[in-house]
């Protein structure tokens, strides 16, 4: 089932990666639900990036919307070279979004997060561009990220920047002009954020596979993550045709290696609302995937 951005595509029924206000997405919860209902969205899972601030929000609107919320969170890990595993994202579905030890996780990432920006905020200053660090944390609300930070140096420095785009080349991307990257206090491993996941009663799936360009060998990662506790494998993403998100394998070969490993299959349109290209429900299931996978997981 190929993926790429096409207009004319109907929206998937069931989009199990997208993204609110309260990590780096535009939209919140209710606007997500109003939006999926819109689109004939049955089942949506909010993913926002080390925080479950949505979820109840979501679950709220969504049982008025008549459609099935699946409670989840994408945690960011720490780079682990010896395993090869480099920047991988994490999701945790069907996560108990009130278990004690995530919530107190979440936290000390929280905090880590604001520390961090707050340093990368300096670091930008000392370039000369005027970013002031409480509206950075004020636009983000919950967890903050580099979206937010280039949002707010983009208001305030129009003459030196066209786009975020731009705020990101030059400063905020791992490989920019000139690097304002800061390492955080905390941040969890890969095999932290499965065992996490797994304690707060979930499944593990490692994201969008056609991204890591860093590491050696995807299948070589692939096989030790499985031993570690993987239980999935996002299949079907909205891969774009050049950029960090694009990819030079066929989706047909992530499925194969999903299929090779013993990993269920998920897809989802990693909707940020107005700071991606990518559309809600480009990309994610059909019912029938879905309710093969509900099965399987108990959700």
Known sequence: METKRDSLRRPYPVDLQVHSICSDGTDTPQELIAKAAALG?????????????????????GAKAGIHVLPAVEFSTSRDRENDFRDFDIIGYGIDPANPNLLATLNRLKESRIEQKSRQVERLQSYGVYVPVEEVLALAGGVPGRPHIAQIAL?????????????????????????????????????????????????????????YRRIRSLEESLARLTHFGLDGLEIHYP???????????PIECFAELAVRFGLFQTGGSDYHGDRKPNRLGEAGLEL???????DLNGW
């Open 288 to 294: 029938v995937q879905w309710q093969q996978l509900r």
């Open 155 to 211: 208001k305030y420095n129009p003459d030196r920047f066209s786009s975020l785009n731009d705020v990101f080349q030059q400063y905020l991307a791992s490989d920019a002009e000139n690097p304002t990257n800061v390492p955080r206090s905390f941040i969890l491993s890969v095999i932290d954020a499965i065992e996490l996941t797994h304690e707060a009663g979930g499944k593990a799936v490692l994201a969008h596979p056609g991204i």
């Open 41 to 61: 969205i049955q089942v949506l899972a909010v993913t926002d990036h080390d925080s479950v601030l949505g979820v109840a929000d979501a679950f709220k609107f």
């Open 239 to 249: 891969y774009a045709d050049e950029g960090r998100d694009s990819t030079d394998r």
